[in-house]
């Protein structure tokens, strides 16, 4: 049996979301959730709670990218675990790739992986059942209909060419 599987105990190199200014609307929009609901209760008028419901969902959803702590995506002797997820076997992995996408003004910098096997054999750990509280919460991935999991870089801790080449370093190793 592997060793641990548990979505918060994978081992090796992990990357977690970072703490940047960049979160300060998460902030900003739980704030105006409780002040719009606070308008609500002393005026006593209901045209605020739709206010207070929509800043409140924008929070909640992004409440992930506030858990700076808790590894997201990494890589162990075992494959590529990614938070909601699971863990992809190497063996599973037809190719890692680093793709800069053209976002209006900015660009955004996503690890493409392409697996060779279907999911129900590419996962070692199966990590996309998740508590209730969490089902409409952020995915740090999604996959296409090609079977290529997409992990969008730019919120995480380091640098995308250090997570892309580190992961990189360790599908080759362990591959081989």
């Known amino acids: 049996m592997i060793a641990p599987l548990e979505e918060g105990h994978v081992g090796g190199y992990s990357v977690a979301y ?3 200014d960049i979160y300060f609307p998460v ?3 739980a704030a105006l959730a409780a002040i719009f609901l606070a308008a609500a209760w002393i005026t006593g008028a209901l045209y605020w709670l739709p206010l207070a419901a929509a800043a409140a969902g924008f929070t909640y959803y992004n409440i992930p990218l506030l ?6 995506v990494g890589a162990n ?3 590529i675990f990614i938070q909601a ?3 992809i076997r190497w063996r599973a992995i037809a190719r890692i790739d680093l793709v800069e996408i053209a976002e209006r003004a900015m660009t955004i910098h996503e690890l493409q992986i ?3 096997a279907p999911i ?3 996962l070692v750990a199966d990590w996309r059942k998740r508590p209730a509280y969490r089902v409409l919460m952020r995915l740090p991935w999604r996959m296409d209909h090609r079977g290529v999991v997409r992990v969008d870089l ?6 995308p060419d250090e997570i892309h080449r580190t992961v990189l370093r360790m599908w080759r190793y362990y591959r081989s």
Not at 154 to 159: G, I
């Open 120 to 122: 129900g054999s590419a």
């Open 114 to 116: 392409a697996l060779d």
């Open 77 to 79: 002797q075992y494959g």
């Open 27 to 29: 902030y900003v929009t």
């Open 18 to 20: 970072g703490r940047e």
């Open 85 to 87: 997820f699971g863990l």
């Open 67 to 72: 858990e700076t702590g808790r590894p997201t």
């Open 154 to 159: 730019e919120p995480f801790d380091r640098a």
